[in-house]
Nanobody, 126 residues
Framework: QVQLVESGGGLVHAGGSLRLSCAAS????????MGWFRQAPGKEREFVAA???????YYADTVKSRFCISRDNTKNTVYLQMNSLKPEDTAVYYC????????????????????WGQGTQVTVSS
């Protein structure tokens, strides 16, 4: 069992920055592949960024060069640094963790993750 708690969301002006955190408990984060997804009102949840347990990172084209996913395994925490925020980045951001060791890890699909946090709201004003 893994518990995930996101934090760091808030209201920011366009062009600003936020850093989201996802603290994992119940299992060492260094063995987990972690992903960030977001869901805007009326839209489906979409992939933002992922960090494979090996350290490889992946990004959606819409956030590449603006967002950065990182992890601090000593704190069992994964971060999403978001820079140059745009109004279209407004959404609830969710952190997911993959614990299964079988199957192909398709990082951009939410079915690849076994546990989810409760989400944190990010609002970017124009």
């Amino acid at each position: 069992q893994v518990q995930l708690v996101e934090s760091g969301g808030g209201l920011v002006h366009a062009g600003g920055s936020l850093r989201l955190s996802c603290a994992a408990s119940g299992r060492t984060s260094s063995t987990l592949s972690m992903g960030w997804f977001r869901q805007a009102p009326g839209k489906e949840r979409e992939f933002v960024a992922a960090s494979k347990w090996s350290g490889t990172t992946y990004y959606a084209d819409t956030v590449k060069s603006r967002f950065c996913i990182s992890r601090d395994n000593t704190k069992n925490t994964v971060y999403l640094q978001m820079n140059s925020l745009k109004p279209e980045d407004t959404a609830v951001y969710y952190c997911g963790a993959r614990t299964r060791t079988y199957g192909t890890y398709i990082f951009s699909t939410d079915s690849a993750y076994d546990y989810w946090g409760q989400g944190t709201q990010v609002t970017v004003s124009s």
